[in-house]
Structures are given as C-alpha cells and as structure tokens.
C-alpha cells in the first residue's frame, strides 16, 4: 500500500483540468502587448511573397492599408514599419526623403490606423543603403559612427513629420538616442517618443530579413551589434539609453536572449520590450512545415515565453494571429 501522507507535495493538483491551469496561470499575454513588423515595398499592386519567411509579405502601398486595418481588427498595439526602397545608395538617401517610401507608408498608416493603433517606425539606415550596413561608410569602408548620426538626426525628423509615433532606434550606433531625442526637442517634437534598441545582438537569426528587405549586405555587423557571449554589455547598453532618453528598451533577438530581458525587466524604469525576429518566426515555421512541432503551440509558447521573461511588449510577425487565438478568434484555444 502507499502511503497516503507521502508525498505531501502535489504541485499536480493544480495542473489537474483546463479549468485549473487556466487558473493557476502566472503569464499571459493580451494582443494588445503584441506589435506586427510590416515591410512595404515601393510600387502598387500585389503583395509579395518572402521567400524565407512563409506566410509574411512585402506589402505595396494599396495592400498596406488592409493590413493596418487588419492589425487594428486583431486588437494589437501597434505595427513596426520596415521601408523596401526601389534604389539604395552609398548614404541611404531615400531614408530621408518625405516622398521615400518609409516616410509615405507611414503617412498613410497613421491615417488609416486613427487612435487604434501606435504607429512605429524602424530607424537605420540598412533598408536604404547600397552596401546594406545600418550607417554610412568611411573611406575606409567600415561604419562611420558620427556620420551617422547626422544621417540618424535627419531621418528622425523626417519620420517624426511623416508622423511616426515612436521611433525605433536599431542602428547600434554610440549616441543615437541623444542625438536623436535632442534632434525631436530643438524641432519642437517632444511628443515623438523613441524605442531603443538597446541590447541588439549580432546574430544568425536576422538571416531572412535580410531576403525581407532585400539587402546584400558586406559583411558582417559585428563592429556595431553586440557578441552573442555579452550578458553584462547589454545591460551597459541598456542603461546608457536609459540615461539618454530612451522611452522604451528593446532586447533583440528573442529567444536566444532571454536572460538579457530578464535582466533588463528587473532594472528598467521605463517598459522593455523584446523582438522575435525573422529567423525565430521562420525557424519554428519550417520545423512545422515538416510536421516536427505542432506550430500553434511552438507560436504560442515562444511567446508566453518572452512575456514570463519580462517582456512588456513583443514584436513578432505572429501577432495577428496569436492575438487572434488569445482573443478566442483563432483556429483553436491556446490552452485545449
Ligand atoms: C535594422 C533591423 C534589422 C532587423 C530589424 N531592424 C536588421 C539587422 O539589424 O540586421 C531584423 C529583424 C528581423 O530579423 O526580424 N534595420
């Protein structure tokens, strides 16, 4: 016979139904902590298929519009947008334009999504340059920090007139946010808050968004981006845009830097907010195309996961559809 006093912990109980777990669960996450990456491309018509990341688009400016209201339709956030211009160059000239196509998705955006949505604008130049580094080069051909920053100064502007709501800083750049939120005050744009990248890490997993926005990179970014290795550098990062400004940090990728956001989320003053980025999406897109995982729950998980971590708010090409699931609208209840 067992002994009916042993054990006398049962952590099981409470994992005995649905009911119960529902109940006894510690994270969850609503759609409104969920923000969608869009890349629009310039040029009408169709969107267009991302080879490497099955199921996500480059969207045309008519296709963008339907997008929004469908991001708005699901409850999310906000939406993060990602330029594809049709010519690049040395400066990433097309950055800065008002009628480059960055700064008209986001005019179009910001009207369409009304008070639904925040608005979120990448800032780096690498969707814009001819050799696809997030700065300008030196005559020597490596990433000129202050040069940059001048370009940064004059991108902020023109996608703060364009009527981006935050901008997100992901160029690596020493001084971005300072030169940045400074370039917003003396403009009398105080209202324009910034998302800082600030532990963005150089990493393997960016590969398909560089099929995403077209970029032949030289290269590699590792001058400017963080050593996978560096849990205490990217807290110095994250406390460094604290002290400049930032309204918002970011941890980049995901999954593979979980302890970084946890230890971002213990420390920050301001929200902190983590990006599952392209090759975390197309990972787990490609090991379910294969009937490896059951994708709904390896979606769902991973970002149940960055929320227990300290997320805030994550930004993932899933989030119409998690947010979806989350509000009952999906294919199928998260916790069956
Ligand atoms: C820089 C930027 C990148 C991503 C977001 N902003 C590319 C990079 O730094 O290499 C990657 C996002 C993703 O992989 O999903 N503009």
């Keep these: ?11 099981r109980r409470l994992r005995a139904t649905p009911a119960w777990r529902r109940l006894a669960r510690e994270t969850r996450v609503h759609p409104e902590q969920l923000v969608l ?19 996500v688009v480059q969207h045309s400016i008519d296709s963008l519009r339907r997008e929004i209201v469908r ?20 400066e990433g000239s097309g950055a800065t334009d008002p009628d480059g196509i960055l ?3 986001t005019r179009l955006a910001v009207e369409e999504a009304g008070d639904a949505l925040v608005v979120q604008t990448d800032l780096c130049l690498d969707e814009f340059t001819d050799h696809g580094h997030c700065g300008v080069l030196d005559a020597h051909g490596a990433v000129d920090n202050d040069a940059t920053l001048d370009r940064y100064r004059d991108m902020a502007l023109a996608q703060a007139e364009a009527g981006s709501q935050l901008l997100g800083l992901s160029g690596m750049m020493d001084g971005q946010v300072d030169v940045v939120r400074s370039a917003l005050d003396d403009a009398g744009r105080t209202d324009v808050a910034i998302l800082a990248y600030a532990a963005k890490y150089a990493s393997a997993f960016y590969g398909p968004f560089r099929d995403a926005v077209q970029s032949s990179l030289q290269g590699d970014r590792r ?22 400004g930032a309204d918002i940090v970011m941890v980049k990728p995901a999954m593979s830097y979980l302890d970084v956001l946890a230890d971002a989320a213990a420390t920050s003053p301001v929200p902190v907010w983590a990006y599952q980025v392209s090759g975390e999406y197309s990972m787990i897109e490609a090991a379910a195309a294969h009937g490896w995982i059951d994708r709904e729950r390896a979606v769902d998980e991973s970002i149940t996961g960055i929320v227990r ?21 999906g294919a199928r209840r998260r916790d069956a």
Excluded: C
């Excluded at 016979?1 to 952590?11: E, I, K, L, Q, Y």
């Excluded at 890349?39 to 298929?49: I, Q």
């Excluded at 991001?71 to 040395?90: I, Q, R, S, T, Y």
């Excluded at 001058?223 to 400049?244: F, H, I, P, S």
């Design 309 to 329: 971590a300290g997320a805030d708010a994550v930004l993932t090409y899933w989030a119409v559809e998690a947010a979806e699931r989350l509000s009952g609208r």
């Design 103 to 105: 700064n008209v998705a």
């Design 223 to 244: 001058t400017y981006q963080l050593d996978a290795a560096n849990r205490r550098e990217g807290a110095r990062e994250v406390a460094l845009d604290l002290a400049e």
């Design 71 to 90: 991001a708005a339709e699901a409850g999310l956030g906000g939406v993060m947008l990602f330029g594809v211009p049709e010519h690049k160059d040395a």
């Design 1 to 11: 016979m067992t002994d009916p006093s042993f054990p006398s912990v049962r952590p």
């Design 37 to 55: 990456p869009v890349f629009v491309r310039e040029g009408a018509g169709e969107p267009l298929p991302i080879a490497s990341m099955p199921g």
